[in-house]
């Protein structure tokens, strides 16, 4: 048996204020064609299908595209909530979805919901919190639930695996093993969430995580997040996106497929010069720009030769200077005219001396404005 893990797909998102709408319509119908080609059985989809707890229309439409799509390729396909779901909205209507081997899990009522294929038993777990176990358990307890390993511990406890099955696990959590935190990335929002270890899971012959948005394995190969089927902040723009492909046969003999994007995500670095004589792409684009000298309307000229440049960074000697302090003065001995002012304070804002154009510049913006008063 075929199966395809993926997670985190986040419809609806925005980077900045550039839509990804097209993207993601574009990488969903690359998973539709990979699941034709690899002959797949089973899609699991580990959590954060929608990006807000409120998604936009367009994106419901997207994701109810995408499960009709595939359940006419008769496949199963298991999905668990992640921590930016509703898991009210997200199992709207999963009762009837059942019925088409659709099966969404979204809640935790003292068992894990298993879904059993031939030989394989998958056990759907949403995305959950300890404060979510209060009202399984008496008071006394709960005091022991102080955090997020105690808590998987328990409900684990709770589950009697067949060892004569091949057992999966979908969960949306964060795991790492021992001290080594996992790799993370900017577009991720673990805020505080306290880490699980992945020896919990030893049970289980396949752990398919999401809530990660890079793709990496925990502790051993078939524990593994699948990551981000797109990239979704400038800090994964050299990552490379895919899906997991698992034959039951040989679960550790596993296959990252690539995920070929609509556009790549890109980081020019240069001054503006150079960067203006780089070769024109329809990428999404973020720039780095090295001139100590002052740009007029950077982005506007960039975005002349770059039309999906969204993000743009200085990175000179200006980025690095200590501006904390910003009550500090300037001290000036004896009497100084307006020029010597500036060129006292333009050392102290950049570092550095003005150039000769700088300096003509300053001159005479100070010479009009004298003589103006």
């Known amino acids: 048996m075929k199966i395809l893990h993926t997670s985190?797909?986040?419809?609806?998102?925005?980077?900045?204020e550039e839509s990804l709408q097209d993207d993601q319509e574009y990488i969903l119908n690359e998973?539709?064609?990979?699941v034709e080609e690899k002959e797949v059985n089973v899609v699991m989809i580990s959590g954060d299908?929608?990006?807000k707890t409120i998604p936009r229309a367009d994106a419901i439409k997207l994701f109810d595209d995408f499960i009709t799509t595939l359940s006419k390729e008769n496949v199963k396909i298991l999905i668990t909530s992640g921590n930016h779901d509703s898991n009210e909205r997200l199992a709207f209507g999963s009762k009837i979805f059942?019925?088409?081997?659709?099966?969404?899990?979204t809640s935790y009522e003292g068992k894990i919901e298993k879904v059993s294929v031939e030989d394989v038993d998958f056990y759907l777990l949403p995305f959950l919190k300890p404060f979510h176990l209060k009202d399984l358990m008496g008071d006394e307890e709960y005091e022991n639930i102080n955090d997020s390993n105690s808590m998987m511990e328990w409900i684990l406890k709770r589950e009697n695996l067949d060892e004569n099955k091949k057992n999966i696990l979908l969960a949306h959590q964060f795991v790492q093993k021992g001290e080594v935190p996992p790799k993370q990335s900017d577009s991720e929002s673990v805020g505080?969430?306290?880490p699980i270890q992945v020896s919990l899971f030893d049970d289980f012959d396949y752990v398919a995580l999401g809530h990660l948005h890079r793709p990496q394995s925990v502790g051993r190969e078939t524990v593994r997040y699948s990551g981000t089927p797109l990239k979704y902040s400038f800090s994964e723009a050299k990552d490379e996106k895919s899906v997991v492909i698992i034959d039951t046969d040989d679960i550790e003999g596993f296959e990252l497929v690539e995920l070929k994007p609509r556009r790549d995500m890109k980081i020019l670095k240069g001054t503006f010069e150079q960067v203006m004589y780089m070769e024109p792409t329809d990428d999404i684009i973020k720039v780095k720009l090295l001139d100590e000298n002052t740009i007029i309307s950077p982005m506007e000229r960039i975005r002349e030769r770059f039309e999906n440049a969204i993000a743009l960074e200085f990175v000179n000697i200006r980025s690095f200077i200590d501006t904390s302090d910003e009550g500090r003065e300037i001290i000036v001995e004896g009497e100084a005219n307006h020029y010597e002012l500036f060129d006292l304070f333009f050392k102290e804002q950049n570092g550095r001396e003005m150039t000769e154009e700088e300096e003509n510049c300053i001159k005479s913006i100070i010479e009009s404005l004298e003589g103006d008063m």
Do not use: C, Q, S
């Open 8 to 16: 985190d797909l986040h419809l609806g998102k925005n980077l900045l």
């Open 192 to 194: 505080t969430l306290d």
């Open 31 to 34: 998973i539709v064609r990979i």
């Open 49 to 51: 299908i929608y990006d």
């Open 98 to 105: 059942n019925e088409f081997n659709i099966h969404i899990a």
